[in-house]
């Protein structure tokens, strides 16, 4: 890709996702070539729940689940207790999970 030829994305050890509302099929491709990531901080995750099963099944989904090292998330917002789920599957090797919530939640 034209970002990893400016940036080998290989070496990042953090990345922080400023778009307020990120598709997690998206985050799950950009996570395909960035295999050395040990935190993802990211504001939310935009999550169609009809597709949860097929992201899962995706060829994708399965490699970044075996290869991915992050140990840190940081998801300023919350999310589905679906996405949750998704989440534990994709980093298996997640020690560190932090959720916002806004305070209308509460």
């Excluded at 950009?30 to 990531?37: D, M, P, W």
């Excluded at 169609?48 to 075996?66: A, C, G, H, R």
């Excluded at 300023?76 to 560190?96: A, D, P, V």
Aim: hydrophobic residues 40%; glycine residues 2%; contains cysteine.
């Amino acid at each position: 890709t034209v970002l990893n030829r400016i940036l080998p994305l290989t070496k990042l050890g953090k990345l922080t996702i400023v778009y307020y509302t990120f598709p997690l099929e998206q985050i799950i491709k950009l996570l395909h070539f960035t295999s050395n990531l040990h935190t993802l901080k990211f504001g939310s995750i935009s999550l169609n729940q009809n597709n949860i099963m097929l992201i899962e099944q995706s060829e994708t989904f399965q490699y970044v689940s075996k290869i991915n090292r992050i140990k840190n998330i940081d998801l300023r917002k919350s999310c589905t207790s679906e996405c949750i789920k998704m989440i534990i599957n994709l980093f298996s090797q997640l020690e560190y999970f932090k959720i916002g919530l806004n305070t209308k939640e509460i």
